[in-house]
Structures are given as C-alpha cells and as structure tokens.
C-alpha cells in the first residue's frame, strides 16, 4: 500500500507540475508580465506552501525547531539539488535582474536569519522583521516585472541559444494553452498547483513510511525525507520548466522559493511562538545554507548561467552535506 501511494503521489506531482508550468507562462502572458515575475512569485509562493503548511503545522503542534529545520533543509534542496538537476536538464541562462536583485534577497536573507537566531532564540519581533522584509521583496519584484512588459520579450518560449522541446504530446498542449484566456489559465494553474499540494502530501507521508521500515533514523528522515518531500513540488516544477524550454520559471521558481522560506515561512513559525534554535542548526545548517546560496550567487555571476558542470558541482555539494551532517 505504501509502494502505490508513493507511486500515485509522485505521478500527481508530475501532473501537477506539468500543468502549472504550462498555465503559469500562459498566465504572464494574459496578464503581459514576464514569465520570470510569475516563478519569482506565483509559482514560487504555490510551491512553496507544502513547506508552509508543515511548518505552521509543526509550529502550532509545539514543535517550532521541527518547522525551522524544515525550511532549512527545504532551502538547501531547493539550492543544491533541484538548480543542479534543473541545470543538469538544461543550462540556466540567467538574466541581470536575477543576479541584482533575486539572488541578493535570498542570500541576505538566509544571512539575516543567520544572524537573529544565533542567540540561540528566533524572537516573535524577528518573525515580523522578516515578514516585512518579504513584503518589500514581492512588491520590488512586482515593479520590475511591470516596468518589463512587452509583447515581444514574453513570446520568447526559451532561454538565449536554447529551442524548445517540440513534437508529440508536448507540441499538442503548447497550441492547446496558446488559445487558453488568462481567466482558463488562471483555473487552471489553480488546478495545478492543488495536484502538487496533494501529491506532496501524499508522497511524503508515503516515503516516510518505507523510509521507517527500512529502519531509517528519524534524523535521517528530518535531513532528507521530510525536506525533499515537501521540495518535491519545486524540484518537478524546475525540472519540467527546464525540460520545456521555460529555464525563466525553473530558476525563478528556486529563487523565490528560497526567499518565501528564510523570509515567509521561518517569519510566520516565529511569529505563531518563540524558536528554540538547536546548535546543530544554528552553527552547522544555516551556515551551510548560507554557503549553498553564496555559491548558486557565484555561479549566476560567471558567466552568466548556470551550466551542467555547475548544476553537477551543486548536486554533489549536497551529497557532502549530507555526509558531514549525517557522519
């Protein structure tokens, strides 16, 4: 039973993510803003709510340091895991608002959080600093994203050198979410983003059952079950927008939802109640968040992509992680 839930949540989360990529670019279009605003945003924010839902959960249940390493190993995946296998797909081209501004937030951001639980405490104040430091972040995005429309920006379906993936069913959806008003691709990314939700659920709780019948420790459950399953939504997201052509929406998709975490997430969870900081967390964990972050910045300046080697280099700094973490 486990092994069919597993396996129905995972095809609801490709569904999901199908469906959301495809609505969320014919969405900036309806409503001529760039595709990149949409990831940096819409996208990112309905990704990010099965961390949310968990985290609020644990919080209120009176486990805030479960909601807080939630969205710390969340922040990790999203930086090593899911860019470099979306880069592995295909190279991320990446545009000077990115760099300037997105990678900037996310990470200051992970370095402010950095900086107010190192005390040990994540105060109810420091929730709502960094609840209005989001609030900032979203509307300086949203005047970008107006400041950049343009019919001919937005009818560009891929990335700098890249062509699109055309022919079979794939090709037949393209012409289909074409004729689709905003108002049909707004019900449907609705739909979408409700299939990633339910597929998230249902497969972390899935995996976390074999994961304890195979005789996994709970930490190790925490560090890569729980975390990844509630990335699930991002990492298919990212990995068919970058499939698609859409490297756009897979890079500001991962951007975002970094921001909603270390800003959004961790502001509400400390505003519900006062964090516990573990050491391990605050001297090991969000140190290594900030690096991970640092070095997706890094790679975003040279060159500016984010090629398959990088996208390699991040998958295999995660497995390092995971083996000083887990030593």
Known sequence: MLIVSFVGGLLLLLAGGELLVRSAVRLAEGLRLSP???????????TSAPELATSVDAALLGAPTIAIANVVGSTLINSLVILGAAALIMPLPVERSMLTRDAGWMVGGTLLLLMLVWDGW????SGALLLL???????????????????????????????????????????????????????????????LILGGIIFVEAAIGIARMLGASETVIGLTIVA????????????????RGRTDVAIGNVLGSNVYNMLGV?????LIAPV?????????DLPATVAATALVALMMASGRQISRIEGALLLSGYALFLWLRLA
């Open 122 to 125: 994540l105060e109810q104040t």
């Open 228 to 243: 990844g399953g509630t990335s699930a939504p991002e990492l298919v997201t990212s990995a068919i927008a970058a499939y």
């Open 133 to 195: 430091m989001l609030f900032g972040y979203i509307i300086m995005a949203y005047r970008a994203g107006l400041d950049r429309r343009g019919g001919g920006e937005l009818a560009a379906p891929v990335g700098p050198g890249q062509t699109p993936v055309a022919g079979g069913i794939g090709h037949d959806l393209d012409l289909l979410f074409a004729k689709l008003g905003w108002v049909l691709a707004s019900c449907a990314f609705a739909v979408g983003l409700g299939l």
């Open 36 to 46: 990149l605003l949409i990831g940096l945003t819409v996208v990112a924010f309905g």
């Open 266 to 270: 961790t502001g509400i969870v400390a």
């Open 276 to 284: 516990p900081i573990e050491p391990g967390i605050a001297f090991l």
